[in-house]
Structure formats: structure tokens, C-alpha cells
């Protein structure tokens, strides 16, 4: 597997958050992902990259255009610093929530994108890695 | 900072929401338009999210918060134009907005919302007549 | 290892037309390939053993052609590959296709190294491993072709079998037929509710008598679709529920209280209609005023 292109955005306010939706939306059409699937991946970032600054207190997503085989695909990662996540699979489930609100989005972002993958440890920072093939 | 305009339309209130909103804007828009109920009496409100082209979980709690406020208010809320790809996504997402009126288009939005209001005026008549 | 090269390339036309020749009728397969295509296919292979041999040391073969030296070789495999599995070729006529260059090599071998065992062994065993390894590589690019064409069928059935018809102003209809998976059923989705916005469509009927099973994940697929389509705007309404179907639907405990669910296609209908204000009339049985085919003449003669 290649990767062929990266790029990084910080999250250090709400309008880095737009930024974000925005690098992933160009980044996407360019991959030739259809609407539906860049509508996905765009509305996982948004999640994603809104619980990295709000829960996470600030930090970074990472973007990568891959290529395996045929096949393309786009890797998000975000990370962030902050308190992190106690119970992992508490948050994945659909509902949970730590603040006000329906909750982290982690649940409803896994169902928007194929490899999902995250890694919190309390105290030290949450690191979420999803993929989407075309 | 830049609001989204809110528009007087007789009794209805008209937001078309066309820019990607960050969060202070959209709660800046929930604000705008429970205020605007209040000064104005307004009946409904329509939403026109045609030009939306992404509707996070954020977004969509905004639509069923001013929907239930409006309510709460006397006012009976319509979010129309939701785009296909937005829609499949936000029940992937697990969001169905359930208290949230739909309908396709401006038009049908207004057909609705005059239909809601004349039925409540209706209503009204009827409780005085009965006494 | 490049005495093996030389042998190959001094040798090359005879041992091109030996393996040709050694092809038995049903691996050469005229009725897909002329001669003279299959003669210039074999040529580039060799060409390209050659030049592989030639670029890499012992190590390399040792290691299997994965190096960069056998790069362009593995390319003319693989598009040599691919080319006869669009043909029609089957997976066995395009590994014996290659494995089939072994008696030739042997007996150029052979020939080479009358009389001294251990080289003429060393050179066998080369050679073989070189062509088992070419083999695989020719297989398996065989193979992702295959995968490829298969894919691409079953996208253009997937889109041939779920049309969306207008019945009516405002009301749209979706007969289902056959098995919904995951795929079948995020496409049949995007098409209604495009259709949905493209005819303006409030209500959308799906009907599904031609579908088999309906258990849980069909059940929330659709539901998935139902939901999408009411923030939309629009409402559907599921017809075609056969009994054995609503009995499952009631065993598994699938929630459908909010759905409108009809039994058959016309009761749906019937319900758009009057849902969307309409109702229909029969036309009045009084003779109609004048004759269609005088009035056209008595506006010629004006």
C-alpha cells in the first residue's frame, strides 16, 4: 500500500474545523469518490475533528491519499492531546455522551467510512485513524 | 461576525441557510430565530437547507433544537431541501430528527406550514364556539 | 544464472517454435487468438525472461522475481495475463500456457551441457523454479482481471434491476426484485431519492412481492431508506407484503409502526392518490358532440 499525497490541518478552533471539511471534500473529489461516499467522509471529519477540539482540547488531522493495488482510498487521522477516552467502547455506542449532546459521533463515524481504528489512553490523548476505499 | 439572515414573510419566518456553518454561527441562528418568534408572533418557520451540503450530528441537533423551541413558542417549524447524499448520511449517522417537519421543496414548505397554521386557527374557533 | 539467458537467446527461435508446436489444440485456443498474435506473445515472453535473467544476479532469483530487475517481465506477464482472461481464456489454458515453455528450455539445456550432470542439474532447477514463479505471477494477474470484469457485470446488473417508474404526478413507484444486500441496497436508495428530487416526488411506493426473504438487515435497510426519504420530504409506503413475509416480520419483532405497509401494489397507489388530494373519475358516457374526422375536413375547406 502507497501513499501518494499528505497533508495536516490543525484544530485549534471552530473554523479549522471548516477548513478541515473543506481539505477532505477537495481531497475526495479529486480521488473521485461518488457524492454519496464524499458526503460520508466529509460528515466523519466533521465529527471527528469537532471531538478532537472540544473533547480533545485542540489538535491535528492528518490527511493521506492512498493507493493499494487498484484500488484508492482516503486515510483521516486525528489527534489530539487531551484527557483521552476512559471506557472506549462505552463511547462507541450510540447515545453515549459526556457533555451535552448526542454524544462523541465516534459511533455514527465508524458507520460512515470502511477501517476504523482508535487509540486513547486517559491523561495522555486520543488518536482516531478511519479510511474509506473508492 | 456574519449572521444568516432571518426574513419576515407575513406570518412565516424564512432562514435559506447557504454557507458551511461553524458552530458559533449556527448557534448564533438558533438564537436569532426563537428572538424573532418572540418579537414578531410568528406562526412558522421554514428552512431551506437546499444548498446544504453537509449535515454533521452538530447541524442536525441544531435542526431538531430550533424545531422543538419554535414549537414551545407557538410556532410550527418545516426544514425543507434536504439533499439525497445528506439524508443517506445522517441516518448512517444514526439521526432521524424525528420531531422535525420535512418537506421537498420552499413550496411544499409553505403548503405545509399555512395548512398547520389555518388547522390551529381552526382549533381555536372550535374551543370557543363549543362554550 | 546468465548461461541460462545465453541458452535462452541463442536458442530463442527454436525453442519459441517448439513450445508453440508443443501446445496441445486446446491450449492454443485458435478460435480466440490468431497464430500470428500468439506467436508475437510468445516472443515478448521470451524477450523478456531474457532481459529479466540478464538484469538480475543470482540472488535475485533466488529471492523469486519480485526485484526490480524482473519488473518489466512481471508487467508482460501480467498484461499478456489480463488480455486472455477479457479473452475468455480459462485459469488452466493460461497456467499450462506458461508452464508449457519448460520442455523446450530443458531441452536447449540439454543440449548445452552434454555431459556435465551437476551444471546441466543446476541449470534444470533454475530454469524450473524461474518458470513455476512466472507462472503464479500469470495466474494471479489472470485472476485480478477475472475479479474485475465480475465486479463490473455485477454493477451494471445491480443498476439494470432497480428501475424507478412514475405512476403519477408527485408519486413514484419501485418494484424490488430479487435478494437486497448491503450493495443492492445502498444503490436502490441513492436512485429513489435522486429520482425523488429530480420528479419532485412526495410519495415513493416500494414494492416488494419480488423480494424472497425479509429478515432483519433487509428489514433495516429499508427502514434506512424509508427514514432518508421522510427527512427529505417525501413518505413511502411499502406494498407487496405477502403473508409468509408479515408473519416474519412479526417474529423477528421488526418495529414497522411508523411505516405504512399495504398489501398489494394497487392499494399503495390508491393511498398516494388520495394522500396527494386526487381521486379518479370515470368519464361520462354522453356521445361525444361532433364527428372528429368531418371537423377536420370542414377546417381543410376553410
Known sequence: MNILKRDQQHLKNSNDVLVARQKVRQWAIELRFSLVDQTKLVTAASELARNALEHGLGGVMIIESLSNGPKSGLRLVFEDQGPGIPDIELALKDGFTSGSGLGLGLGGSKRLVNEFSIESEVGKGTKVTVVRWR | MERIPVLRMGPLLLVTIQVDMHDKLALQLQDDITQRISELGSTGVLIDISSLEIVDSFIGRMLANIAAMSRVLGAEAVVVGMQPAVAITLVELGMSLPGVRTALSVEAGMELLIGAISNAAHGSEDEYSQT | ?302
Open chain 3, 1 to 302: 544464472m546468465n548461461q541460462l539467458a545465453e541458452i535462452i537467446s541463442r536458442n530463442e527461435d527454436r525453442i519459441r517454435t517448439q513450445w508453440i508446436d508443443g501446445m496441445s489444440k486446446s491450449v492454443q485456443r485458435a478460435d480466440l487468438i490468431t497464430k500470428a498474435e500468439l506467436d508475437e506473445q510468445c516472443s515478448a515472453i521470451l524477450t523478456a525472461i531474457v532481459a529479466g535473467l540478464k538484469s538480475s544476479g543470482p540472488a535475485d532469483l533466488m529471492g523469486g522475481v519480485a526485484g526490480a530487475g524482473w519488473d518489466s517481465a512481471r508487467e508482460t506477464f501480467q498484461s499478456i495475463s489480463a488480455s486472455r482472461a477479457r479473452q475468455g481464456f480459462s485459469t488452466v489454458e493460461v497456467a499450462t500456457y506458461v508452464l508449457s515453455l519448460k520442455q523446450p528450455i530443458f531441452a536447449a539445456i540439454r543440449g548445452t551441457f552434454k555431459g556435465n550432470q551437476d551444471e546441466l542439474f543446476e541449470t534444470i532447477w533454475a530454469a524450473s523454479e524461474l518458470l513455476d514463479r512466472l507462472a503464479l505471477v500469470t495466474t494471479e494477474a489472470y485472476m485480478t482481471t477475472r475479479e474485475e470484469l465480475i465486479l463490473r457485470q455485477q454493477q451494471e446488473l445491480l443498476e439494470l434491476s432497480t428501475p424507478v417508474v412514475k405512476l403519477w404526478d408527485g408519486i413514484l413507484a419501485l418494484p424490488i426484485i430479487g435478494t437486497l444486500d448491503s450493495a443492492r441496497t445502498q444503490m436502490v436508495m441513492e436512485n429513489l431519492l435522486q429520482t425523488v428530487v429530480a420528479t419532485n416526488s412526495k410519495f415513493a411506493i416500494i414494492d416488494i412481492t419480488g423480494v424472497p426473504t425479509v429478515d432483519t438487515l433487509v428489514a433495516q435497510h429499508l427502514l434506512k431508506t424509508i427514514t432518508a426519504a421522510r427527512l427529505m420530504g417525501a413518505e413511502c409506503i411499502i406494498s407487496g407484503v405477502r403473508p409468509q413475509i408479515a408473519q416474519t416480520i412479526v417474529h423477528l419483532g421488526i418495529n414497522l409502526e411508523d411505516v405504512v405497509t399495504k398489501a398489494k401494489l394497487s392499494d399503495a397507489f390508491a393511498l398516494a392518490l388520495d394522500r396527494s388530494g386526487r381521486y379518479v373519475a370515470r368519464k361520462s358516457t354522453a356521445p361525444p358532440k361532433a364527428n372528429p374526422v368531418s371537423a377536420l375536413f370542414e377546417r381543410r375547406e376553410e
